[in-house]
T-cell receptor
């Protein structure tokens, strides 16, 4: 069965630290890839997406993600986190023609 | 622009009582609609999806059902709630054009069954 795995359940960082959240999926075909973010008390919203082309994708608020097809990975990165980045982050994968499959989520806490 | 509404925002219900959660979308036509349940540490579990009026696909056998009486209205129901139905329920929509399946989420309903 297709699955998405986020290896970090809870990450705690200090402001200005660099961030990398891992995401791996199990599906051998073509996929669309997403990162969603849920800030405390807010809607789940799209952070960035990859459909095709340049595997390094830029999103909102300084986030980026890199699609590495050979590793079935789509890791999320930010060079310097802020307290306002405290949120839960979800990786999601959509096999072409299939449904959106979410990872378990990673809770990020940024200490001021 | 498109917006998605869910109500109620929070709900506390006794075991055995019925349930009706509503989701409506504005600003788009013939969307795909989805119901998810979000549990802490377990991500989002797809419960139902619909590609059109009256068309419902169930992903997980359970105590819940879904209906789509109008193009932009999606309802999650139960005849008798169980304690295990407690959770955070999210509605989402996506466009039917193309196959990119980018989904947009509503604010959610926090359901507590006592």
């Amino acid at each position: 069965a297709q699955s998405v795995s986020q290896h970090n359940h809870h990450v705690i960082l200090s402001e200005a630290a660099s961030l990398e959240l891992g995401c791996n999926y199990s599906y051998g075909g073509t996929v669309n890839l997403f990162w969603y973010v849920q800030y405390p008390g807010q809607h789940l919203q799209l952070l960035l997406k990859y459909f095709s082309g340049d595997p390094l994708v830029k999103g909102i608020k300084g986030f980026e993600a890199e699609f590495i097809k050979s590793k079935f990975s789509f890791n999320l990165r930010k060079p310097s986190v802020q307290w306002s980045d405290t949120a839960e982050y979800f990786c999601a994968v959509n096999p072409k023609g299939g449904k959106l499959i979410f990872g378990q989520g990673t809770e990020l806490s940024v200490k001021p | 622009s498109q917006t998605i509404h869910q109500w109620p925002a929070t709900l506390v219900q006794p075991v055995g009582s019925p349930l009706s959660l509503e989701c409506t979308v504005e600003g788009t036509s013939n969307p795909n609609l989805y119901w998810y349940r979000q549990a802490a540490g377990r991500g989002l579990q797809l419960l139902f999806y619909s590609v059109g009026i009256g068309q419902i696909s169930s992903e997980v056998p359970q105590n819940l059902s879904a209906s789509r009486p109008q193009d932009r209205q999606f309802i999650l129901s139960s005849k008798k709630l169980l304690l295990s139905d407690s959770g955070f329920y999210l509605c989402a929509w996506s466009s039917t054009s193309g196959s990119r399946n980018e989904q947009f989420f509503g604010p959610g309903t926090r359901l507590t069954v006592l």
